[in-house]
T-cell receptor, first 114, second 115 residues
Framework: AQSVAQPEDQVNVAEGNPLTVKCTYS??????LFWYVQYPNRGLQFLLK??????LVKGSYGFEAEFNKSQTSFHLKKPSALVSDSALYFC????????????FGSGTKLNVKP | GAVVSQHPSRVICKSGTSVKIECRSL??????MFWYRQFPKQSLMLMAT?????????EQGVEKDKFLINHASLTLSTLTVTSAHPEDSSFYIC???????????FGQGTRLTVV
């Protein structure tokens, strides 16, 4: 069965430090992987995606993510965190064998402290 | 990014009545639309997927007769909660995708309260 796991409910990091938000997935076909961000009282916003090609993908606001097939992971990263990055982050996977399946992880709350 | 409009943003209805929620892609054609339910402090639970011109595909455990989905055009999908009960109170979110290899864009969500 398809699934997405975000093992950390919350990640705390100091401003200026690098951040990582973890995500692992399970699908039957090739994975199409996505990261979204949700600010309070706002809809989900698309950050970046991996479909094929280079394992390191770059997205909005300086975020990037690395696809690791052997570890079935797609961790979100940023070299230097900003206080304004504080939000709820969701990892999502779309199954290459069934594009009707678009599943989300449980979300990770990122807190960036000044 | 592309814009998806969801309406209404909030609705209160009496138990036993039906409520319709609209999801529109404003600047692109959405071949697929997804409907989710989000509980407080929890993730998005996929309810069903609709493809334009065909019947919706429901996730296991989601009642087809209770949550009617129609995807009549490439820019509009609707979710109708029939004979709503207080346990149907939740935050419903739609998203739209232009193709199988693309990201989905999200509406703002609808807060449904059944009294």
């Amino acid at each position: 069965a398809q699934s997405v796991a975000q093992p950390e409910d919350q990640v705390n990091v100091a401003e200026g430090n690098p951040l990582t938000v973890k995500c692992t997935y399970s699908v039957s076909g090739n994975p199409y992987l996505f990261w979204y961000v949700q600010y309070p009282n706002r809809g989900l916003q698309f950050l970046l995606k991996y479909i094929t090609g280079d394992n390191l993908v770059k997205g909005s606001y300086g975020f990037e993510a690395e696809f690791n097939k052997s570890q079935t992971s797609f961790h979100l990263k940023k070299p230097s965190a900003l206080v304004s990055d504080s939000a709820l982050y969701f990892c999502a996977v779309r199954d290459g064998n069934n594009f009707n399946k678009f599943y989300f992880g449980s979300g990770t709350k990122l807190n960036v402290k000044p | 990014g592309a814009v998806v409009s969801q309406h209404p943003s909030r609705v209160i209805c009496k138990s036993g009545t039906s409520v319709k929620i609209e999801c529109r892609s404003l600047d692109f054609q959405a071949t697929t639309m997804f409907w989710y339910r989000q509980f407080p402090k929890q993730s998005l639970m996929l309810m069903a997927t609709s493809n334009e011109g065909s019947k919706a595909t429901y996730e296991q455990g989601v009642e087809k007769d209770k949550f009617l989905i129609n995807h009549a055009s490439l820019t509009l999908s609707t979710l109708t909660v029939t004979s709503a009960h207080p346990e149907d109170s939740s935050f419903y979110i739609c998203s739209a995708s232009a193709g199988p290899h693309t990201e989905a864009f999200f509406g703002q969500g609808t807060r449904l309260t059944v009294v």
